[in-house]
């Protein structure tokens, strides 16, 4: 049996995993398959800071990785400057992927470099001396490293990644569930011993509890609240694809969809018109938040970009107001899979306002 391990070298967390790894996998008989990603790639993408970008989460973590390296005895000297950019050495282990002992001898030679010596991984030259130094052709790898491909592949793993649920390092993967942070082998090996210690209807009930609040956005009257409720009560379509409003604030507005077998395309995925109803619908309700009793938004354009096929369960669609004019309003809706953070599509839609009227067909 494997298990994942999720990592980038910029990580303190993940060095002290890395070392920690090595023992508990003799001791399970686990074999080590090692997954480098672009920390801060997921950072971006989640729309979060890395903990060095917050001054007091960056003393915090200076000082408690000062006590795990006391307490579990581990070598550590505090890098030469953070954060910094760990492209190269992560493309060089990608490169030697194919050859898994020399990868992992590679990266641990790369973890102790910059977190037991304090060398900079950013600085090619010290990334090359230190291949040098493993007893491998230098240029060749960094060459290698360097070519397209090998950054493509770098961007495909942490794309991958973040599809499977990863959201930070380290994360270890173990039969499709994943454990995140250096503290987490007493709850993994739990896991190994007892891979069923959560009752999964029982957690999925509560992972579909609704958002109650948003930070930063301001609640909204009743009153419009029961007219963006009505907006989607009054759509048989919406009703046909089983949309849900989960939240209404101010200037925001978030729906959700559970995936259904008439609602996928032919390779089982969730279909992009689905998500584009979705997203366009909600963008729709969220425009009018800012519109007077007698006016009504209509669709003038509308671009979206699919990111992701929809593996998961459920989806959540959160529209935004990105502008509201006297004739137009712009809003950006994202469809983020059922862990919440992961965008599966997004798109602009711009609306007309429009006097409202009651439609006749003859």
């Known amino acids: 049996m494997t298990i994942d391990f999720y990592f980038d070298f910029i990580s303190p967390y993940s060095y002290f995993a890395w070392i920690k790894l090595q023992t508990f996998a003799k001791e399970t008989g686990l074999e080590i398959h090692p997954i480098p990603v672009v920390f801060g790639a997921i950072l971006t993408h989640m729309g979060h800071k890395g903990p060095a970008e917050t001054p007091k989460k960056r003393e915090y973590t200076i000082r408690d990785c000062l006590r795990i390296a006391a307490t579990d005895q581990i070598p550590f000297t505090f890098v030469a400057k953070h954060p910094f950019n760990p492209l190269l050495p992560l493309r060089v282990c990608l490169t030697l992927e194919k050859a898994p002992e020399t990868m ?16 900079d991984l950013s600085d090619p030259r010290i990334v090359e001396d ?5 007893g491998h ?11 397209s491909e090998t950054k493509q592949l770098l961007k495909a793993r942490t794309d991958t990644a973040m599809e499977t649920g990863v959201f930070g390092v380290p994360t270890f993967g173990f039969q499709g569930e994943l454990f995140w942070g250096n503290d987490r ?3 993994l090996k739990r896991y190994i011993n007892d891979p069923y210690q959560i009752d999964e209807d029982h957690f999925k009930q509560i992972a579909e509890t609704p958002l109650g609040v948003l930070r930063g956005q301001a609640p909204v009257a009743e009153k419009m609240k029961s007219r963006v409720k009505k907006t989607f009560d009054n759509s048989t379509f919406m009703k046909n694809l089983g949309v849900n409003v989960e939240i209404i604030t101010k200037n925001s507005l978030t729906t959700s969809l559970e995936k259904k077998p008439h609602l996928l ?24 938040l800012s519109m007077s009793d007698d006016e009504q938004p209509l669709s003038i354009e509308f671009k979206i970009n699919i990111l992701r096929p929809v593996v998961s369960h459920k989806v959540y669609c959160q529209a ?4 509201a004019g006297k004739t137009v309003i ?30 006749e067909y003859k």
Request: hydrophobic residues 45%; aromatic residues 8%; charged residues 20%.
């Open 104 to 119: 992992m001898k590679m990266i641990d030679t790369f973890y102790k470099a910059a977190w037991q010596h304090g060398r």
């Open 130 to 134: 230190l291949i040098s130094e493993a």
């Open 137 to 147: 052709d230098s240029g060749a790898l960094i060459e290698l490293a360097q070519q």
């Open 185 to 187: 082998f007493d709850a």
């Open 265 to 288: 395309q032919q390779h089982g995925f969730l279909h992009a018109g689905v998500l584009a109803s979705l997203a366009d619908h909600t963008a729709g309700a969220c425009a009018e």
């Open 320 to 323: 935004n107001l990105i502008k």
């Open 330 to 359: 712009v809003c950006e809706s994202k469809v983020f899979a059922d862990d919440k953070s992961t965008v599966v599509c997004q798109g602009i839609v711009t609306l007309f306002r429009s006097k409202t009227v009651k439609l």
